[in-house]
C-alpha cells in the first residue's frame, strides 16, 4: 500500500546531513539505493542528486516502521522521517560526506514503488550501452551521469552570466528555416499549409545572427540546439549545441577575448585555471609543425629534416628531396621493437605517397652523420622515438598542376605533412602510458588562424569556401579575389584545445559588392545566388555594419571537462550513431492520414 505525500516537505537533501546535525529532526526524500537486512536493523542508503544517507530501521526502537521497511526494494521511492544521529566510532564511513550520521526512522512513508529494474544506478558494472539509452532514465540516476548533467548546467550557466557581463543579448533565433548553408545535409520539416514546401531546421542560426547584427543589437549570443543530417561519427550527434556568437566592429582579436573570456569562466566552473590569452598559430604553420589544422600541442611539433641528409642519401633511400622529410619525434617512448614495429605500420595513412621509416635506427646505422643530425635538429634523446615520413621517389611533385600549388605549403607538401600528422598523433595516443604528456587538466588552447579562403574540389573542379561563402577574405588579399584565388587568406579561425576544433568563426563579408564577388568565385551565378539568399543578399544592402562571429560546441566542451570519452556522455537524451533515439524509438513511421495532410507520399528508397 502507497503513501501519499501530503503536506510532508523535505527538510534536508539525501547529501547535506552532517554532524552538527546529530539530534535534529530531518525529512528526507528519495530512492533506495541499497538495503541490507541484519534481522533486527535494517539499514537503506537514502539517494537523491546529493547524495546518500544511511537511514536505519531498528526494531526494538520502533516495530512497525521496521516492519514496513522489510518491504522495501531497490529504487522504492520513499519519505524517512527522523533523528540524526551521530554514529559509532566503528560504523564511521569516510568515503562519503554524509558518513558520521545516519538517520534513526521513526516514521516511514512508502511514496512507489519499481519494478526489478535491467540494471541498477548503483551497479559499478556499466550496462552495455543499447541497455543505457533504452532505460535512459535509470542510467540517468547514476552519479557519473548526475555529475555530467550537473557539470554542463554549471558551465553554460557560467557562460550565459559572463557574455552577459561582456555585454551580450541571448537572443532566440527560429528552428523552422530555410537552409543556410553550413555544407551538410538538412533535416526538413514539411508544411501542411504549403504542400509540398519544407522548412530546414538550422545547421547554425548563421544567417539570423548576421542580421541581428544589420538590425543593431551589437553583441548576439545563444547557447542553441543545431541539426545535421551527417552520417555520424563517435563524437558527432545529429541535433548538438552550440554557444553561437556575433558582435559589431570587431576585428579577429577582439573576437578571441570574448571567447577566452568565457572558456576561462566555462572552466573555471567546473574547477580549472586556464591561462589566456591563448597561443596563436597561422594556419600554414599548424601544418608545417603539425600537419593539421587542430594541433595537440601537449605533444611536441615534428621537424622538417631535409637538409640534414646528402642528396645521394635520399636518393639511395628512395626519398623525393623535393618534399619535406619529416621527423616525428614522440618522447620517452624508446625504439621501437621488431613486433611495435609492425603494430605500427597500420597506424600510418599515406596520403599523396608518403612513405614512413619506422626503424630509425637502421638509417642511422646506414647513415651515422646524417642520423646524428636528425637527432640534433629534432631535439630527440636516447630514449625518444623518432619516425621519418617522406615523400617517395617516384611519387614527383604531382600537385604541381593543382591549382593550389602556388601556397606556401603546396598541395605535394601537405600530403606529406598530413600523413606525418595523422601519425604523430596515433603514435603519441598509441604510447600514451610511456610518454605521460597526456596529464589530465593540462588544457592547451590555440587560435589556428589565417586560413586559406577557399578549397579546391577535385571531383567539381572548382574553388569551395573553406569555412562558409560569408567569411570575409582578409582585405589585404581583396584585389585576388578573381585573379588568384588560390593565394587569398579568409579572417576565419578556429579555437583549438588538445587535438580538438572547439569551435570556429570569422570576420564576416559586410559588403554587397564583396559578397558577389565571393558568390562568383565559389562558381555560383546571380541569380543561383539571388534564389538561395536574396533576403540576405537585400538585407546587406541596408547599412550593414562589419561583424564577425564564431560558434564553439557546448557537448564538446563539457566532455572533456567531464573527462568522458563521448558525447553521449553529456547528453541527457542522445541518439545513437545510427541517429536513433533508444528510449522512445524514434524516428518512427507515422499515420497515413498524417502523411496524407502534409500531402507526403513514401516511397520505398531501392
Ligand atoms: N556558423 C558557423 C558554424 O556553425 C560558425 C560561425 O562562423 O560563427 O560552424
Known sequence: MLDFLGDLRRTHMCGGLR???AGKKVVLMGWVNRRRDLGQIIFVDLRDRTGVTQVVFNNELNAAVHQKAETLRNEFVIAAIGTVKRRDADTINPNIPTGEVELVVEELRLLNVSKPLPFLPSDTVLANEEMRLKYRYIDLRRDAMQFNIELRHKVALAIRENLAAQGFFEIETPFMTRSTPE????YLVPSRVSPGSFYALPQSPQLFKQILMISGFDKYF???RCFRDEDLRADRQPEFTQIDLEMSYPQPERVWEVVEGFLAAAFKAAGHEIKTPFLRMDFDDAIRQYGID???LRVPAFTDVSDCFAASDLESLA??????????RIPHVGELSRKER??????FVSKGGARVFEDFKRIENKFPEAGTKVRERAGAAADDLLVLVVGSAQSGSSGDAHPASRRKVTPAEMAIYASAGLLRVALAQKYSDRHKLFQKGDYRFLWVTNFPMFEWDEGDKRWNAAHHPFTS??????DKLESDPAMVRALAYDVVLNGTELGSGSIRIHRQDVQSRIFHALGMTEEEARSRFGFFLEALEYGTPPHGGIALGLDRIVMILAGADSLREVIPFPKTAAAKDLMMEAPTPVAEGQLRELGIGVVKKI
Not at 555544407?183 to 538538412?186: F, L, N, Q, T, V
Not at 577574405?473 to 581583396?478: F, G, L, Q, R, T
Open 19 to 21: 554532524l552538527s546535525d
Open 183 to 186: 555544407g551538410a545535409r538538412d
Open 222 to 224: 545563444q547557447i542553441v
Open 294 to 296: 587542430k594541433p595537440d
Open 319 to 328: 626519398i623525393n628531396k623535393d618534399l619535406p622529410v619529416i621527423a616525428i
Open 342 to 347: 609492425d603494430d605500427v605500420k597500420p597506424l
Open 473 to 478: 577574405p582578409n582585405d589585404e588579399d581583396m
